[in-house]
């Protein structure tokens, strides 16, 4: 087998080629299927967007209108399932709520998509986007301990979310149209972002030919990390911390240097961007803009804005191109829309689901090897072993 490189977080490995992201890390480069992020961002909705990763090309409006009616045909979930749900404890937190019930789903789908059959991956696609979003709206309905709500056939998918979450059995919810926008835009920045550890941990449970909702069941376990997804839940409350702590950020920005705390500046740095993060460019004007226009004055924005400020001047930061990532201020804006903290990991996931498909659906239709990567081994070298009287 010749000598094996150890390569540890893969940090110099390509697992797989991709035609789905690219990703500039020196230039701040990203592009899902070629088109700029920016312009995805400004111009498309998540949907399309999400139909362009899977299948390729951006829809037209007869492909993208038939994508959102195939997707809500699907968004009746199996009564049994809510059984499931009860079974846990309020409190268990939303993201391993979510990982449970989405491998849950495989019992109530058991058969195992042809990827070979267009119709049938079609089919899947739609499964997954529609019954993924009801269930992690019912993550929050479970915590909250309100009866669950069933999709709005006239409404469009972020919109739903909105409702799935949020209505209650004392009247209709009242739905500003520019939180939905905001949220549409945030979910097309998260929807993908090449070998991430959740996507690269869907490949690899795929390769085995695992199914769908058992690959992206384990995505979403992957994604719950706070050095991952779950980012976005630390990054607030370290800005809570700062500011219930007299809002000394330099303190905190020490912490972060000093290599025998093993604290973090949580929504900063990446593996892959060493310049800035393109998303959290976005990310940043749109939490100005969502503010602004929600009225909502929120002082943990202010102290994310000094702590940038003082971590981008500061010589260690420098040195390592430590860059705002994209989960530094996501969660700021669904903290103005009213989305409570622990449910930020689950929106990041809502986001990144069509990327977990289409890379999916690429590893299997390329027809990836098994992912089994290789070690060194360094235990003990062969030894008699010992009867246990004699341990
Ligand atoms: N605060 C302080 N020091 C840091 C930070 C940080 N946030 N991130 C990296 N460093 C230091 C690290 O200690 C190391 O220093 P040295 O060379 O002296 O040992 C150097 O920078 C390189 O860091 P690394 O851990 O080797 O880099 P990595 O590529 O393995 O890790 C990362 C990348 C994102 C996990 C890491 O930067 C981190 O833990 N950031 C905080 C968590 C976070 O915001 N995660 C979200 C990532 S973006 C969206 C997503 O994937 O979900």
Known sequence: TGAITIDPGYKNTGSCKSAITFLDGEEGILRYRGYA???????????EVSYLLVFGELPTS??????????????LVNEEMKTILEGFPRTAHPMGVLSALTSALTAFN?????????KEMYEAVCKTMGK??????????????????????????????????????????????????ALDKLFILHADHEQNCSTSTVRIVGSSHAGLFASISAGVSALWGPLHGGANQAVLEMLQE????????????????????????????HRVYKNFDPRATIIKKAADDVLTALGVD????????????????????KARNLYPNVDFYSGIIYRAM????????????IGRLPGWIAQWKEMRTSKEPIGRPRQVYTGSPSRAFKNIQDR
């Open 132 to 181: 993924f979003l009801v269930i992690a709206t019912w993550t929050f309905r479970r915590r909250m301990g309100y009866p669950l709500n069933y999709y709005d056939n006239t409404k469009g998918y972020v919109d739903n979310f909105m409702r799935l979450m949020f209505e209650l059995p004392t009247g209709p919810y009242k739905m500003d149209s520019k939180v939905v926008a």
């Open 298 to 317: 929120d002082p943990l924005l202010d102290i994310a804005k000094q702590l940038e400020k003082v971590a981008l001047e500061d010589e260690y930061f």
């Open 338 to 349: 009213g989305i409570p903290v622990e449910m930020f990991t689950v929106l990041f996931a």
């Open 37 to 47: 992020i920016e312009d995805l961002a400004d111009k498309a909705n998540f949907l």
């Open 242 to 269: 700062i500011h219930d702590n007299g809002g000394d950020v330099a303190k905190f920005v020490l912490k972060a240097k000093d290599k025998d705390d093993p604290f973090r500046l949580m929504g900063f740095g």
């Open 110 to 118: 058991p058969k195992s998509v042809n990827v070979e059959n267009e």
């Open 62 to 75: 007869a492909q993208l209108e038939k994508f959102e009616n195939d997707i809500r045909k699907y968004t």
